[in-house]
């Protein structure tokens, strides 16, 4: 053949960087330690030059011919290979058995062997971008994604992606790895099964967990989803977090920026791959958390910590025993097995200190196994999904401690985790004005100077006089609201007793309550709760639950409650689980604090008099006739104000 024509033709074998290849789409088997497993193998016949490579997992009882969640279409455009392996039997209670899945629990297993080996022999045969491996997942298969980033120290993939998916019960939450990696998570807003409600929680953990800036670019598209990007901070690795609209637990949405959750995700993965360049992000691969409480734009309270009230106090963590309403999962910050260091450092006024508390909140003893197995008891028996060791003192643990530092000082403190283990960190501030520039937790840093060991101050150390008036808020089973059950109700010397017998039981429910000038809500109760009672107050019905033995429960007014001067509901009920029946409650009050003190009424009354132009709902949509509850009415006259009809 004529060496020009040869050349022509090969010319002609390349498009924009791609070579043309036999498509292959085809079951392949490969043994692991002696176990044969399977995977499905898809390759497009135009490739990239160096193709990108893409390890996709099923969901629970799913199969790999379910080509899930990343399609092929998306690599016939792209150029790129996906591989689609096989999950095995894992026992899930919610299945009522053993089905096809993943052994997602966070430690390097046969799973993560399975995927290494499927990764190697297709560098055998194809000439991948090594700097371009993925991993993403449905369902089970999003919790593997996250599992795999933490047993894999963030090396194997570049990037990892999960729809619909995230640690939960059974699989504890992502601990942490050696290095953190790009994360992208989609979730509809309608997924009651791996249950959005916990999303938000994933995300902060997250969030810290990549040393992200806890701001978020959000795009929102009114009706579609709301993509909030949390870009890296110095040494960190983003996260992005997509909320959808109309989505239930399903593997694929159009309702992204792409209108392609595939597509999407590949997107994402392009955009972040270990030869990205500087400037982009520039990962610390000993780091382990960091977060900047203090970040312009950022209000620990709305993520999950606890703020005193005089702003000086801040701590994050809490235990939630596993049940169906939370999935386990809680805020806290997750430490494998090894050594750390932690620092930490305010600028302010010269002489104020700066004191940080690290302890345990939980841990298991060596995970390991299947499914549910979290380890071993003494007797050598599985540790199982209700029989998860919280508080087991015979394991061991690292120390607790409480470091001190001085303001424009940086703090240190080294620490050895035993065993992997979930844990909270308080931060006390001696002035709110004093503003933290550092707080990240690394592997350990030899030579440097730790600081001294302290005890917290105690609480509102500032003595800081709370001004205004409690007014009391009538209670209300609200029965005209929905046709959820009833607790059965006992009028008391001086409290109200509300006893539940079964789940989704409600015992207090009012809505739209006034709160003008008002900053947070207080229940109070004649006797410590049991645990298993779950409290509302915003209109998406996010659950929130009352800490066993509290005597009452404060909520901090969100900002948007305090711009509309409405609280959309006040709802106590109990939810899937988690209690001993009957559970009882019995409710002193339940008040509204007024900043300004006195009775606060901004609900007025309307005369036709006036001359009613338009009515309109209180996030600001123009209604058609006014509904049951609160409305805006404009009048004719160009006032404004809120009635109830």
């Not at 997250?206 to 890296?232: C, D, H």
Request: aromatic share 12%.
């Amino acid at each position: 053949m004529n060496s020009k024509f040869l050349a022509l033709l090969c010319m002609a074998a390349l498009e924009a960087g791609s070579v043309y290849a036999t498509k292959v789409n085809t079951e392949k088997t490969i043994t692991v330690n002696g176990v044969k497993r399977k995977y499905i193998l898809y390759v497009p016949n135009k490739l990239e030059d160096k193709p990108a490579l893409v390890v996709s997992l099923h969901g629970a009882s799913g199969h790999d011919t379910d080509y899930s969640p990343f399609k092929t279409n998306i690599a016939d455009a792209k150029g790129c290979i996906v591989v689609y392996p096989q999950g095995r039997d894992q026992y899930f209670p919610i299945f009522g058995g053993s089905v096809a899945g993943w052994n997602a629990n966070g430690e390097y297993n046969e799973d993560v062997e399975f995927f290494q080996s499927i990764i190697d022999e297709v560098k055998a045969t194809y000439s991948i971008d090594e700097s371009r491996v993925f991993c993403c997942g449905f369902s089970n298969g999003g919790m593997m994604t996250y599992a795999v980033a933490n047993a894999t120290d963030g090396k194997m993939f570049s990037a990892y992606a999960s729809i619909s998916g995230f640690p939960l019960n059974e699989f504890h939450l992502r601990t942490s790895g050696a290095k953190a990696a790009p994360f992208l998570h989609i979730h509809g807003k309608n997924d009651d099964f791996v249950k959005y409600s916990c999303t938000p929680i994933i995300r902060d953990n997250m969030v810290a967990r990549n040393g992200a800036n806890p701001v978020p670019v959000v795009n929102n598209t009114v009706g579609s989803f709301t993509r909030s990007t949390y870009k890296a901070l110095d040494g960190g690795t983003p996260y992005v977090f997509y909320e959808v609209d109309g989505m239930g637990h399903v593997d694929f949405t159009s309702n992204t920026a792409d209108s392609n959750s595939a597509l999407t995700m590949w997107r994402f993965f392009n955009n972040y791959n270990t030869i990205t360049e500087s400037g982009v992000y520039n990962p610390d691969e000993s780091l382990r958390w960091q977060l900047n409480i203090d970040a312009e734009g950022f209000d620990p309270a709305k993520h999950h910590w606890t703020v005193s009230s005089d702003k000086t106090r801040f701590s994050y963590g809490s235990v939630v025993k596993p049940n169906n309403a939370d999935n386990n999962v809680c805020p806290s910050i997750q430490f494998a097995k090894g050594n750390y260091t932690l620092e930490f450092a305010a600028e302010g006024t010269e002489g104020h200190n700066v004191y940080v508390q690290l302890e345990r909140l939980t841990g298991a003893k060596k995970i390991k196994g299947a499914g549910l197995a979290y380890g071993d008891n003494d007797d050598n028996t599985n540790v199982t999904g209700s029989d998860i060791p919280y508080g087991d003192e015979d394991a061991s643990y690292p120390a607790e401690f409480t470091k001190v530092t001085k303001v424009g000082e940086t703090g240190y403190a080294n620490f050895s985790v035993a065993e992997y283990g979930e844990y909270k960190i308080t931060i006390v501030k001696e002035d709110a004005n004093d503003k933290m520039t550092a707080l990240r937790i690394t592997t350990l840093k030899d030579g440097v100077k730790v600081s001294a060991d302290a005890e917290l101050p105690a609480e509102n150390q500032g003595n800081v006089e709370e001004t205004g008036t409690l007014i009391e808020i009538p209670q209300s089973q609200g029965k005209e609201y929905d046709n959820f059950a009833r607790t059965s109700v006992e009028a008391g010397d001086g409290y109200t007793t509300y006893t539940a017998t079964s789940d989704l039981q409600i015992a207090i429910k009012m809505m739209n309550i006034d709160v003008t000038d008002c900053d947070y809500v207080l229940i109070k109760f004649a006797e410590p709760v049991a645990a298993g009672w779950h409290l509302a107050f915003w209109s998406d019905q996010t659950l929130r639950d009352v800490p066993e033995g509290s005597t009452e429960y404060k909520f901090d007014l969100e900002d948007g409650m305090k711009d509309t001067g409405i609280l959309p509901q006040i709802c106590m009920m109990t939810f899937f689980g988690g209690y001993t029946a009957p559970l009882e409650a019995k409710v002193v009050g339940i008040y509204k604090h007024s900043t300004k003190g006195g009775t606060v009424n901004a609900i007025e009354a309307v005369s036709d008099a006036e001359g009613v132009e338009a009515f309109y709902s209180l996030s600001g949509a123009r209604l058609a006739a006014p509904v049951k509850g609160v409305n805006v009415v404009k009048m004719k006259d160009g006032r404004t104000k809120k009635v109830v009809f």
